[in-house]
């Protein structure tokens, strides 16, 4: 392949290797003779693929089919085998090896760089000591790292964060689990199933703050069902764990932890055998050299094109977490896609008037699954955001209670919520909530995205007996 | 209630209670002061509650459900229990019980009249000896029955139908089913599940002959995989079954059946212990009095409004089955809510104006899940279909193979293809093939329905790692 000489120019280099690095890189250089470079400190794939969807989503489906089988007259299922599931896990983080990823680079053409980029400059990029310049687009992709709060004693004692909980290898048999969003709920629901004692320390007085209200009381329900306790209105105030000690070769465990809470229906001292962390995130930018660039600390401000605010000449692109817009995978890639074609267009002098030129959807039409038991899927505005961007709303808000779902599983239970533009009788968001309605959810986006009339819906018919059907009854419910 | 002066003149009379009669008479009258009477000679919620969809459904979804718990590392799954099964079937069918319709219609201000209705004259329906006087509306809604062939000693053989196959008690050992269509394909599939060794006699070349190829193709690999015969090229010339009687009190079984069979790989002799008879259907109207209001025998014709065509007036209607436009529920259904705002909207003197006057995706936007191992989801034309109406076509057809459709299962195999109008560059038809695909056919109903220009599909993100990725791939597909 290509020598050190020929290597240190590209015309499109990407810091960071994870899903939206890559698709930006590949985006970039598609169809054209442009070379493109990763530079990944990790693993080419990235959190999602090694760390955080992947092992999450492995470690829960499990748990969702067997409870589906169980609740199923004439099937008779048994589970989880731990170890079973494990070894799927471990299969589907391709035991944290990337080389199918660094191979899928060396196909679409795209040279792999190990080691930590930095920012040295204008179009230029630090690795390994070495220099590298880009000559149309660098693209920042680092991503996020788990925030450890500064509760005294919780560094000390080496909690899991979210990459410790996806990547478990022995279930623990009591578990305190801080935080209340997306990574918490999905943290506490594998570790119930898979036989931890769990209880969750949320510092506000609901999971899923951003949610639907009753997503967040079916949630909250589905946890209490599994066995995990919720404390809300608690935060951890002090930690110990005297003997845990990270030696840099490894980390000691320093057995079970204490865990002083304040706040809730007990101001109490836990004692646990481990403590996971799911208490936000912060921008892997640390060592990224923004400062090189003019750029403040923090994450990396950008316009609709993935351009990188306050920096001359549009050559400094920043895709998923780190730029702040959606934390979300899918979302991640979608301004990959979006930041790849604006390159292509730059580097071609081909002006930026197409539809695809601007990431149009992070904004009010964010897909997103939680996958909890039950699962909550949703996209776009709830209706109490829709209601704060100044929007006329109408909602609709049933249970899904339908031939299908019925047939699906006798003890099926959802419900599903419309918000709707008065105005334009359109969708403006939509919640559902329900086992494994994930998979309900690319109607939804089409229909917001696609900003449909109520009155074409109508004429759009679910097939008879699928658990779509519920979207009949959300039309008729708003008709009547 | 009522009395049966008071009876005698309705707003709204519907000959056949089935879902799509029921529908029609609700949206009849909703919200008004109308009257509207059902007329139904056997059980009220029709065809599809009790002999169809129903429990059709309920047979197949616990062998769906086993195959994904079978394949799940960690889950240990047995079945299936026939008889768990079969009890959940009879409870989806009510027990062939129609308490609940009946509640339902009583609780809508419809009355349910036990009986054969037949057309009498303008606006008459004569019922159990009675003349009813329509005001404004009757509805035609009686549906279809199976087609027996005339194959010497078919009839005489009292050959189980579509009824008697979704509505067993026992398993046959040996089984023949005579068809290639939905019907038989469902059937094949849920006799094989409950222990069944099938043999399907298919007249033509091909399963399911007006689907995309692929799904033609992986439903007979599917039925195969399941230890179904398929003899293509096949048909019955002679039936026997000598001992095989209805007393008009009951059925006399009368042990196995001979079936000689001509054409396909073998010219022989089958002996099975069931022969199942899914070879079309025919229009219940043979006693229906069309000649009454001048209208030949068969099917009834309708125009968009579902008015009967050369009926004058404006009074007589048909939704469902009997129109012959599309042999589907929630087609039928979808035809009766137009229906039965058309029958408002003329009894109150507006005009029909409104889109919901029309069932206009009766015709190019319909949507089908046939619940087949795979299944096979398909709306609109298909690209054989939309050559033949003269679109500008082009198509992407691939595996559906992302993170979502892997993690719900380690053998998930599916496909997907879309039908693009290259013209306008939306969606005219799509079909998707593998486990549980009937959920993920709504997203691409209402981008047909909705006509959204693919440009803004791309804007449509599905959730990472949902099934529904395959549409990203779709899309990139395209644009490479």
Redesign the interface.
């Known amino acids: 392949m290509s020598s050190s000489v020929q290597t240190a120019e590209f015309d499109v280099i990407v810091i960071g290797g994870g899903p939206a690095g890559e698709n930006a890189a590949a985006y970039a250089i598609?169809g054209s003779k442009r070379t493109a470079a990763i530079v990944e400190r990790e693993l080419v794939g990235g959190e999602?693929s090694y760390w955080a969807?992947?092992p999450s989503?492995?470690l829960l489906?499990?748990g969702h089919?067997?409870s589906?089988?169980r609740n199923?007259?004439?099937?008779?299922?048994?589970?989880?085998?731990?170890d079973?599931?494990l070894?799927?896990r471990d299969a589907?983080v391709h035991n944290h090896d990337d080389s199918s990823q660094v191979a899928w680079a060396r196909d679409s053409r795209i040279e792999v760089i190990r080691g930590a980029g930095r920012l040295a400059g204008e179009r230029l990029v630090e690795v390994n000591g070495r220099t590298l310049r880009a000559r149309h687009a660098v693209v920042l992709a680092t991503g996020t790292h788990a925030n450890i709060p500064d509760t005294p004693g919780l560094r000390e004692a080496l909690p899991w964060t979210s990459r410790d909980a996806t990547n478990l290898h022995e279930v623990p048999d009591r578990v305190v689990v801080v935080g209340g969003g997306v990574v918490a709920c999905e943290a506490a629901t594998w570790l119930a199933t898979l036989g931890a004692r769990v209880t969750v320390l949320v510092r506000g007085q609901a999971l899923l703050g951003n949610a639907e209200p009753f997503a967040r009381e079916r949630v909250t329900a589905g946890l209490t069902a599994a066995g995990v306790r919720i404390l809300f209105g608690t935060e951890p105030v002090r930690v110990e764990r005297p003997a845990a000690k990270d030696t840099g070769e490894g980390r000691i465990h320093g057995g079970p932890v204490t865990i002083e809470v304040r706040g809730g229906p007990e101001d109490s001292v836990l004692e646990a055998d481990e403590i996971v962390v799911a208490a936000g995130r912060r921008p892997a930018t640390a060592d990224l050299g923004l400062g090189e660039v003019g750029l403040p600390d923090g994450y990396v401000e950008v316009d609709d094109s993935l351009t990188a605010r306050g920096v001359d000449g549009d050559w400094l692109y920043a895709v998923g977490d780190v730029n702040h817009r959606v934390a979300?995978?899918?979302?991640g890639?979608?301004q990959a896609r979006v930041c790849g074609d604006v390159i292509a267009a730059r580097a071609e002098g081909r002006p930026l008037t197409?539809?695809?030129f601007a990431a149009?959807?992070d904004h009010e039409?964010?897909?997103?699954?939680v996958f909890t038991s039950p699962e909550v899927?949703a996209?776009g505005l709830t209706e109490a955001a829709a209601r704060r961007a100044g929007y006329s709303v109408d909602t609709v808000e049933l249970d899904i209670a339908v031939?299908?779902s019925?047939?699906?599983r006798?003890d099926y239970a959802g419900r599903a919520k419309v918000v709707i533009d008065t105005d334009t009788d359109t969708l403006l968001g939509a919640t559902f909530v329900g086992p494994?309605v994930?998979?309900?959810?690319?109607?939804a986006?089409?229909?917001?995205?696609?900003k449909?009339p109520l009155?074409?819906?109508?004429?759009?018919?679910?097939?008879?007996?699928?658990?779509?059907?519920f979207?009949l009854r959300l039309l008729e419910a708003r008709r009547?």
């Open positions: 598609a999602c969807c992947m989503k492995a489906r499990p089919l067997l589906a089988a199923m007259p004439g099937i008779s299922a048994d589970g989880l085998d731990v079973a599931v070894r799927r589907f979300l995978t899918h979302m890639k979608y197409d539809l695809r149009t959807a039409q964010v897909p997103q699954v899927a996209v031939a299908g019925s047939l699906a006798d494994e994930g998979d309900q959810l690319h109607a986006t089409i229909a917001v995205v696609g449909i009155a074409t819906l109508w004429h759009a018919v679910p097939a008879y007996p699928t658990i779509s059907e979207w009547a």
